[in-house]
């Protein structure tokens, strides 16, 4: 549940940024957008991955 957490947090820091940039023009913000959402993607990705090794493992006990 840490991962989720992190999800969570990298969002609502980014919420503010995200404002700034669609309203308001802010390309500054729209970098710090950009970046949170590389963050998400990499994290997205690695709990992809943990989550498929861990569902492998419990399928391969079960085979025993």
């Known amino acids: 549940m ?20 669609y309203e308001k023009d802010n390309q500054a913000a729209g970098t710090r957008v950009r970046k949170a959402m590389q963050e998400l993607k990499n994290l997205a990705q690695d709990t ?12 391969a006990a079960e085979k025993k």
Do not use: H, Y
């Open 2 to 21: 840490e991962k989720f957490e992190t999800i969570k947090k990298i969002i609502l820091d980014a919420e503010e940024d995200f404002s700034k940039f």
């Open 48 to 59: 992809r991955k943990e989550v498929q090794d861990i569902k492998n493992k419990a399928a």
